[in-house]
Structures are given as structure tokens and as C-alpha cells.
């Protein structure tokens, strides 16, 4: 890694006690300790970080929180109930940071060596913006250089918004972003495997893997996590049916606003359907409120600025904030299948002439 003191980066932890899911996630118990301690644990096992910060809200209900951090020898910071990006710059700012690793109080499992590989890659490659897009949801973490948040929150139209800040930094028409990549076959599918805590079925999920793994090494890896997945496919019919919230469309100040609202299907955003997409972009008539994907590693992302709202298979039961679709698809089976689908749901196919 270029030399960057270590006490320049650092790991800020978003978690507070409120929740619409489920309450008090962040001492929900597994093998004995709450959800938030065994997620510090983890991140004390990173090496290219310097610092730790809870951060948290200025309400009373979280000062519990700070509590913990405090009992775990980390630091802590209070700010804003709802503009979490500004929350993050303060405790930057405070802590003397100039780079910034997020990651969510839900997520016990969050990968301290995939952390390490990004912070390395993010400032190798002077990257505004760095996230890992092949682990299980819940395990991956972001790297944003502290410039690039401040200037993200300037141009942010709605700062309340900024809990999603993902929407808000992967833009590569704005930011010099970074996806960190695995080729392993090992490692390949893994998107659709949950391992967050946002409903009880999730917490019912770590439970059996911390029971599973924690009392011989209590800092087992994602590698063995996979592994005793495989060993035991039944744990993830526990949550599977559970709903991840997709990503909002977020829109800067700068940026125009429509009234129609258009989402997009297809197998990805590259090569000839990339082309079909900069036409519909062309056209200038419609936001583009998502992308409903054929491949599940790209759920729960973005792709060109674009979130992704679902996959396919699952079309009937996604909630979309659109009138119109436009599908990118070439086979005359998946068209017409999912034509239908659409239609039903009451949206108006686009149709734009090769």
C-alpha cells in the first residue's frame, strides 16, 4: 500500500437503536454478545485502518450505544439523526480522517480482510469511491475518500436521504469509482446469500453460524462461512424469502428532473444493451428509476448510476416506482414473458427502433 499513516483511515461504524424491522437489532444475541459488539470485534482484526468510530445519533434512545463504545475501547461520535452523510464527515473531520471505511451496525459479518484489500486497492488506484461486489449481502464493506463525501453531500438535493449513501457515491459519471472483483469459483453466486440482520429470520441465520463456528475461532472467515453454508443449504431457507430494500434513485441538485419514471430489464448494462440504453438516455423524457437484472450478483447495487431493484424470477413481488419499461433482452421468449408480467402490473413498454 502506498504510504498513507493508517491513522488517516478509518472504520466508521452507521448503527443506531431505531428500527422498523427489528427493534434493537443492535443487541439482538448471538452465542452471548449483541449483534454491534460482535461487529467491532471483527473490525479490531483489521490491519489498514487506524481507528474505529461508533457513530451514532445525537437522540437519547442511542446513547447506549455510545455506552458500548466506550466498554470496547473504540471511539464514538453523535450527529445528525438523519443526514448520515453528514454524521460521517463530522466524525471524520473530529478524528482527523481523510479516508473513510462504512460499514452498518447489521452486519456482524462483515469481512475484515475484504476491508483490508479494499482500503489497499482504493488508495493504489486514487479511487473516490471503492466497494467489493462479489461477497453475500452483509459481508461487504465501502471506502470513500473524505473530499469525495464532502463534495457528494454539497450536491445532494435531499440530505435525509444519505442513510442510502451508496446511491449517493457510486456514480462513475461523477466519482472515479472502484469495484473490487473476485474471479474465484468458489465465490461466484454468493450475491442472494443473506447475512445482514434487518427481520428475526436473519438473526435465526447468524445464530446457527456463530454456534457452528464461533467456540473454535472466534474469528472465522467469510471462506468458512460459505463452507458451512454448503455443508448445511437448509440455515438459508430461513431468510430467504426476507426483502431486501433496494437502493432509491438519488438525484443531485444540479440534476434535471422528469416526470416520467422508466425502469429497465435485461441481462446487464454492457456492450450492445449499454447502446439501447444511451438511446432511451438520449431521448431525454424519462428517469431511470432502476435496473431489474438476470444476474443475481448484481443485486442490491448500482450499475451506471442505475440501482438495482431485483432480479427477474421475482418480478411479481417488486414494488416499482415506474410507469414505463424498457426491456434490453434480444430472446423473443424472455420479451414476451416478461412483457406480460409488466403490463399486468400496469407499466407501458418503450419501444425504441434499432
Same mark, same amino acid.
Given at each position: 500500500?502506498?504510504?498513507?499513516?493508517k491513522?488517516k483511515?478509518?472504520?466508521?461504524i452507521?448503527?443506531r437503536?431505531?428500527s422498523?424491522?427489528?427493534?434493537?437489532?443492535?443487541?439482538?444475541?448471538?452465542?452471548?454478545?449483541?449483534?454491534?459488539?460482535?461487529?467491532?470485534?471483527?473490525?479490531? *482484526? +483489521?490491519?489498514n485502518a487506524?481507528?474505529?468510530?461508533?457513530?451514532?445519533?445525537?437522540?437519547?434512545? =442511542?446513547?447506549?450505544?455510545?455506552d $458500548?463504545?466506550?466498554?470496547?475501547?473504540?471511539?464514538?461520535? &453523535?450527529?445528525?439523526? !438523519?443526514?448520515?452523510?453528514?454524521?460521517f464527515i463530522?466524525?471524520a $473531520?473530529a478524528?482527523?480522517l481523510?479516508? +473513510?471505511?462504512?460499514?452498518?451496525? =447489521?452486519?456482524?459479518?462483515?469481512d475484515? &480482510?475484504n476491508? =483490508? *484489500?479494499?482500503?489497499?486497492?482504493?488508495?493504489?488506484?486514487d479511487?473516490?469511491?471503492?466497494?467489493?461486489?462479489?461477497?453475500p449481502l452483509?459481508v461487504?464493506?465501502?471506502?470513500?475518500?473524505?473530499t469525495?463525501?464532502?463534495?457528494a453531500?454539497?450536491?445532494?438535493? %435531499?440530505?435525509?436521504?444519505?442513510?442510502y449513501?451508496?446511491?449517493y457515491?457510486?456514480?462513475p %459519471?461523477i466519482?472515479?469509482?472502484?469495484?473490487?472483483?473476485?474471479?474465484?469459483?468458489f465465490? *461466484?453466486?454468493r450475491?442472494?446469500?443473506r447475512?445482514?440482520? =434487518?427481520?428475526?429470520?436473519?438473526?435465526?441465520?447468524?445464530? #446457527?453460524?456463530?454456534g457452528?463456528?464461533?467456540?473454535?475461532n472466534?474469528?472465522?472467515?467469510?471462506?468458512?462461512?460459505l463452507?458451512?453454508?454448503?455443508?448445511?443449504?437448509?440455515?438459508m431457507?430461513i431468510?430467504?424469502?426476507?426483502l431486501?430494500i433496494?437502493?432509491p434513485?438519488?438525484?443531485?441538485?444540479?440534476?434535471?428532473?422528469?416526470?416520467?419514471k422508466?425502469?429497465?430489464?435485461?441481462? %446487464?448494462?454492457?456492450?450492445?444493451?449499454?447502446e439501447?440504453i444511451?438511446? !432511451?438516455?438520449?431521448?431525454?423524457?424519462?428517469?431511470?428509476?432502476?435496473?431489474?437484472y438476470?444476474q443475481?450478483?448484481?443485486?442490491?447495487?448500482?450499475? %451506471?448510476g442505475?440501482?438495482t431493484?431485483?432480479?427477474c424470477? #421475482?418480478?411479481?413481488r417488486?414494488?416499482?416506482?415506474?410507469?414505463?419499461?424498457?426491456?434490453t433482452?434480444e430472446?423473443?421468449?424472455l420479451?414476451?414473458r416478461?412483457?406480460?408480467?409488466l403490463?399486468?402490473?400496469?407499466?407501458?413498454?418503450?419501444?425504441?427502433?434499432?
Amino acid at each position: 500500500m502506498q504510504m498513507v499513516n493508517k491513522e488517516k483511515i478509518g472504520i466508521l461504524i452507521a448503527v443506531r437503536m431505531k428500527s422498523e424491522r427489528l427493534a434493537s437489532k443492535a443487541f439482538g444475541d448471538i452465542v452471548g454478545k449483541p449483534v454491534i459488539v460482535h461487529l467491532i470485534d471483527r473490525m479490531k *482484526q +483489521v490491519q489498514n485502518a487506524g481507528k474505529i468510530v461508533l457513530c451514532t445519533s445525537t437522540h437519547p434512545d =442511542d446513547q447506549v450505544l455510545l455506552d $458500548v463504545a466506550e466498554q470496547e475501547g473504540i471511539l464514538k461520535f &453523535a450527529g445528525s439523526e !438523519l443526514d448520515v452523510m453528514e454524521r460521517f464527515i463530522e466524525a471524520a $473531520v473530529a478524528n482527523n480522517l481523510e479516508y +473513510v471505511v462504512r460499514v452498518t451496525g =447489521d452486519n456482524p459479518l462483515t469481512d475484515p &480482510a475484504n476491508i =483490508d *484489500q479494499l482500503i489497499e486497492e482504493h488508495i493504489e488506484g486514487d479511487f473516490d469511491f471503492s466497494k467489493s461486489e462479489y461477497l453475500p449481502l452483509g459481508v461487504n464493506a465501502e471506502v470513500i475518500s473524505l473530499t469525495t463525501l464532502e463534495k457528494a453531500h454539497s450536491m445532494a438535493l %435531499d440530505t435525509n436521504l444519505t442513510e442510502y449513501m451508496t446511491s449517493y457515491l457510486k456514480r462513475p %459519471d461523477i466519482f472515479k469509482v472502484h469495484s473490487l472483483e473476485n474471479t474465484e469459483s468458489f465465490y *461466484q453466486g454468493r450475491g442472494l446469500i443473506r447475512l445482514t440482520v =434487518d427481520f428475526d429470520e436473519d438473526l435465526q441465520v447468524m445464530k #446457527h453460524i456463530y454456534g457452528a463456528l464461533y467456540e473454535n475461532n472466534p474469528n472465522f472467515t467469510i471462506g468458512e462461512v460459505l463452507e458451512f453454508i454448503d455443508d448445511n443449504p437448509d440455515i438459508m431457507k430461513i431468510n430467504d424469502n426476507m426483502l431486501e430494500i433496494p437502493l432509491p434513485k438519488i438525484r443531485f441538485s444540479n440534476e434535471k428532473e422528469y416526470t416520467k419514471k422508466i425502469v429497465i430489464l435485461g441481462r %446487464d448494462l454492457s456492450g450492445a444493451n449499454a447502446e439501447r440504453i444511451n438511446q !432511451l438516455r438520449e431521448l431525454d423524457e424519462y428517469e431511470i428509476t432502476g435496473f431489474v437484472y438476470y444476474q443475481s450478483n448484481l443485486q442490491y447495487s448500482l450499475v %451506471d448510476g442505475i440501482p438495482t431493484i431485483g432480479d427477474c424470477e #421475482h418480478i411479481e413481488r417488486l414494488k416499482i416506482d415506474a410507469d414505463y419499461f424498457f426491456l434490453t433482452f434480444e430472446e423473443d421468449e424472455l420479451r414476451k414473458r416478461f412483457q406480460r408480467q409488466l403490463i399486468n402490473k400496469g407499466l407501458t413498454e418503450v419501444v425504441i427502433e434499432a
